[in-house]
């Protein structure tokens, strides 16, 4: 049997300035700057542990967000997008991460009027579904179409509610299989799919980061957590509890993909 391709998983440090984050859903709460780092160190070496070989930039310490690179690009086998996050505050981080991506794919751009975070992207085989949230529009959905189509993508709109990205509201943790919150999405944009319901008492628990036949899932949802593996799922759990007091998850934190050779 030939061995799995190895995947980079590129990330970048916690910012000093992180405290300053942007929030849309959520009070601000005091972060705890050593313990984020703390974290994500942690998380990078459950990373390292699934085969992915770590791609670290360094830390952006006047952009609040930057450890969430997951929102600056879309990285398909083909082609890198970077996109024009919602939030003006985050436009700054994506020279860094173009530069760092242009090392493995033909890297593309999105342009003004569009608006697009990573984390309102999941692809399924070569179905890119795209969260019509307060930081993605529709002019970022008929660019990602002008800009695919050559390679076969399909790029279909959900529209998303009471939640920051689509990848809050649902997530993909086996082939064929999608973990969601109903309250945040509505299933039948996703046919053909069977669901994992997260736990009614854990409404921000959709988002799972698949990596391989494995997850990488917070440890602050132990109830879907226990659906996940009742289900068969092979599940790791990370502390995230200060990234998540910056509305991040655990898909936030690293883009995932496979280098050509």
């Known amino acids: 049997m030939r061995p799995e391709p190895i995947r980079i998983a590129l990330t970048r440090a916690v910012s000093a300035a992180m405290q300053s984050c942007e929030l849309t859903h959520l009070a601000r709460a005091p972060i705890d700057l050593a313990r984020a780092r703390q974290q994500h160190a942690a998380y990078e070496r459950t990373l390292q542990d699934l085969g992915c070989r770590i791609t670290k ?10 450890v969430f690179v997951e ?23 994506t020279p860094t991460i173009a ?15 569009a608006t697009l975070d990573g984390g309102d992207v999941l692809r399924v085989d070569r179905t890119l579904y795209v969260g019509i949230s307060t930081r993605s529009n529709d002019a970022a959905i008929e660019q990602l179409r002008q800009l695919l189509s050559r390679f076969g993508y399909r790029v279909q709109p959900v529209p998303v509610a009471g939640c920051l990205h689509l990848k809050s509201a649902v997530t993909q943790i086996a082939r064929g299989v999608l973990l ?3 309250e945040f999405v509505d299933q039948s944009h996703f046919s053909g799919m069977d669901f994992l319901l997260v736990d009614p008492a854990e409404p921000c628990a959709a988002n799972a980061l698949l990596i391989g036949d494995q997850v990488i899932y917070s ?23 200060e990234m998540e007091k910056a509305e991040g998850a655990v898909t ?10």
């Open 57 to 66: 930039l360094a830390e952006e310490p006047t952009l609040a967000d930057s």
């Open 71 to 93: 929102d600056t690009a879309i990285v398909l086998d083909e082609i890198a997008v970077i996109t024009r996050p919602g939030a003006q505050s985050r436009r700054g981080e």
């Open 99 to 113: 530069s760092a991506l242009a090392e493995h794919r033909e890297v593309v751009h999105l342009r003004a009027p």
């Open 180 to 182: 969601v919150n109903p």
């Open 219 to 241: 440890a602050s949802n132990p109830a879907t957590a226990a659906r996940l593996r009742e289900h068969g799922i092979r599940v790791h759990t990370v502390e995230m509890s």
């Open 252 to 261: 936030c934190c690293s883009l995932i993909f496979s280098p050509k050779y």
